[in-house]
T-cell receptor
């Protein structure tokens, strides 16, 4: 079956360090992958999209990589700040014919001052 | 409007009652999606509308759930004869392109509690 996996354990890091979150998927080849941020009581907010022919994408302090051989995306936040504390979700279109994103369960990031 | 608007933000209802949840998408977004999120869980797809095409209802958990989108804009999600397991946050999103290749814009959700 097709799955998206994100580390369910919270990631705790010190302010100023780089946070790295992982998204693994199985048994399909998505054309692109997206990352979202979700704060408590709010809907997810779109951050970045990376396509299958792109190895890396950057936006300010964010960097996303996409390895279609490993079936993995890494999401990096450099020079992390307490304000980066949130849950981060990855999302893909699965090849089931459904034209709506399937979301991972998310990884909670906590940046300590 | 500037974003996706959902109402009500909170709804407490008695088991067995019907509820209606409303979503106002971003003007010009042709695609509209409903998801639900249970406490500490990921997003579960419910239904997807794209323009005038027939909606993708493949995620609706039972025939107690239905949704419509009038005039290609506002959408209403209806849950009939609510059950306690329906308690969750119901999130609506819209996007400019089918499949969301430009990202989804979510509303803040409706927190439904069935007592």
């Amino acid at each position: 079956s097709q799955k998206i996996e994100q580390n369910s354990e919270a990631l705790n890091i010190q302010e100023g360090k780089t946070a790295t979150l992982t998204c693994n998927y199985t048994n399909y080849s998505p054309a692109y992958l997206q990352w979202y941020r979700q704060d408590p009581g709010r809907g997810p907010v779109f951050l970045l999209l990376i396509r299958e022919n792109e190895k890396e994408k950057r936006k300010e302090r964010l960097k996303v990589t996409f390895d279609t051989t490993l079936k993995q995306s890494l999401f990096h936040i450099t020079a992390s700040q307490p304000a980066d504390s949130a849950t981060y979700l990855c999302a893909l279109l699965m090849d089931t014919g459904r034209r709506a994103l399937t979301f991972g369960s998310g990884t909670r990031l906590q940046v300590q001052p | 409007g500037a974003g996706v608007s959902q109402s009500p933000s909170n709804k407490v209802t008695e088991k067995g009652k019907d509820v209606e949840l409303r979503c106002d998408p971003i003007s010009g977004h042709t695609a509209l999606y409903w998801y639900r999120q249970s406490l500490g869980q990921g997003l579960e797809f419910l239904i997807y509308f794209q323009g005038n095409s027939a909606p993708d209802k493949s995620g609706l958990p039972s025939d107690r759930f239905s949704a419509e989108r009038t005039g290609g804009s506002v959408s209403t999600l209806t849950i009939q004869r609510t059950q306690q397991e329906d308690s969750a946050v119901y999130l609506c999103a819209s996007s400019y392109r089918q499949g969301g290749s430009y990202g989804y814009t979510f509303g803040s959700g409706t927190r439904l509690t069935v007592v």
